[in-house]
C-alpha cells in the first residue's frame, strides 16, 4: 500500500477531530459568531474536503496496477487548493472568534451594568430583572450577591 495514502488518512482524520474540538470548546461564544464567517469557515472546509478525497482517489489510482494518474498539474493544483482552503478556512475562524470574544465581553459589561442596577437600593429601571434574563446574563463578582437594605435591620436582642 501506499504510504502517501496512509499519511493523507491519518492528516485528515486529525483534522476532523480538531473540526470537533474547536466545535466543542467554542459552544459558549456561538451566539455572537457572525453568520457571514461561520459560512465561509464552513465552505472553505467543504473545499479542503473535497481536496482531500481528490488526492487520496488520485493515491489510490496510482496504487493499482495500471497505473494511470492524474496529470501532474492537477494534483499540484489540488495540494495548493487544499493548502489554501485550509489557511482560508483558520483565517476565517480566526476572524469570527476575536469578534466573538469582543461582543461577549461588550455583553459581560451590559450584564453586570443591568446586575449593579437591579441589585442597587433603589434601581434606575423596573424590568432589570427581565432584561438580565433575555439577554442570557449570568451573576458576575465575587461572594455573594446582595442588595443593601435601604432601612437598617434590627439586631435580634437576647
Not at 30 to 40: G, K, N
Not at 54 to 83: I, K, N, W, Y
Not at 121 to 129: F, Q
Request: net charge positive; with cysteine; hydrophobic share 45%.
Amino acid at each position: 500500500m501506499n504510504p502517501w495514502i496512509d499519511l493523507f488518512r491519518r492528516w485528515y482524520q486529525s483534522i476532523i477531530v480538531c473540526a470537533a474540538v474547536i466545535a466543542f470548546s467554542s459552544q459558549p461564544l456561538m451566539r455572537f459568531y457572525s453568520p457571514v464567517l461561520l459560512l465561509e469557515v464552513g465552505v472553505t472546509f467543504t473545499i479542503v474536503g473535497v481536496g482531500f478525497a481528490f488526492l487520496r482517489g488520485h493515491l489510490e489510482e496510482m496504487d493499482r496496477p495500471t497505473g494511470r494518474s492524474h496529470p501532474r498539474q492537477v494534483v499540484v493544483a489540488a495540494v495548493l487548493a487544499t493548502l489554501l482552503g485550509l489557511l482560508a478556512a483558520t483565517g476565517f475562524f480566526v476572524a469570527a472568534s476575536s469578534t466573538a470574544v469582543k461582543d461577549s465581553r461588550a455583553n459581560d459589561a451590559r450584564c453586570l451594568a443591568i446586575q449593579r442596577d437591579m441589585l442597587s437600593a433603589k434601581p434606575r429601571r423596573n424590568d432589570d430583572p427581565d432584561m438580565f434574563q433575555a439577554l442570557a446574563c449570568r451573576p458576575q463578582g465575587e461572594g455573594s450577591v446582595f442588595a443593601k437594605p435601604q432601612t437598617p435591620i434590627p439586631l435580634p436582642q437576647d
